[in-house]
């Protein structure tokens, strides 16, 4: 079986911990910690585009199999 499926409650996670991590940023007076902050937020960030990319991948997947299953049903009838 295929890995797990990161659903849109993961993706919203991962967009709430990158505004959290660039809030932080533009809080911290510190450069060390401003830094590490917008370190924070780019890997939430490339976290949140690999769930947005893999959610749509599995829509895509979902669809060709459907009509893959409607052509061979499709057949079935003729």
């Known amino acids: 079986m295929a890995g ?7 993706l919203q996670f991962f967009l709430a911990r990158a505004e959290q991590a660039r809030t932080e940023a533009e ?3 510190l450069d060390h910690v401003r830094e590490r902050c917008r ?4 890997a939430w960030t490339v976290l949140a585009d690999k769930a947005r990319r893999s959610e749509q991948l ?3 997947e979902a669809k060709r199999k ?3 299953a409607a052509a061979i049903d499709d ?3 003729a």
């Open 27 to 29: 809080a911290a007076t």
């Open 4 to 10: 797990p499926i990161i659903r849109s409650s993961n």
């Open 39 to 42: 370190r924070s937020e780019a």
């Open 66 to 68: 459907a009509e893959t």
């Open 75 to 77: 057949g079935d009838e």
């Open 58 to 60: 599995r829509i895509e």
